[in-house]
């Protein structure tokens, strides 16, 4: 048997396995997974591990590894979109501060004196901590982990730190 036959015979029923588990991923089409599903087969194909197979028995295969497959990248995965807003854990610090219509105020050596003096005025070990990581970029979770707290607790400081700059400002 040659490879080429086997996907001929094949291709229609694994078409339709595609289309059926791609139901839930929008960052996947069918042909995503065609081919991640060709690529499976290749591989078991040059390793001899489909000779005196039934179709059915490697399509079941295919549609077990393309859910494994869709299981590992989906974790992997971090999709941004343009048209929705960031949520909790995405939100740059400026934009949970409230700072973006500060920046058309300010230049860049301003907006850092200002971040300066917010870091000097009031605030706790802690939430200068939470800010300085914020200002790195690490999203709550990052910043509860480094911390040892919980997110939870990560999100609450933040939002006492929004209150006390919004007050500075």
Known sequence: MYFEELVERISAKLRKITVKLNGRYTHLDENDLFQEALLHLWTYFQAGKLENKTES????????????????????????SL??????????WEEILYLENVKSFFDYFEMQDLLQRIRNNGLS????????FSLEGLTVRE???????????VIKLKKNLQRKLQSLL
Request: charged residues 30%; glycine residues 6%.
């Open 143 to 153: 910043i509860g982990k480094k911390l040892g707290i919980s997110h939870v607790m």
């Open 83 to 92: 048209d929705t807003s960031l949520d909790q854990e995405d939100t740059s």
């Open 125 to 132: 070990k802690r939430e200068k901590e939470i800010l300085s």
């Open 57 to 80: 028995y490697i399509l079941q295969g295919c549609y077990f590894h393309l859910k494994n497959y869709l299981r590992k990248i989906d974790k992997k995965t971090n999709l941004v």
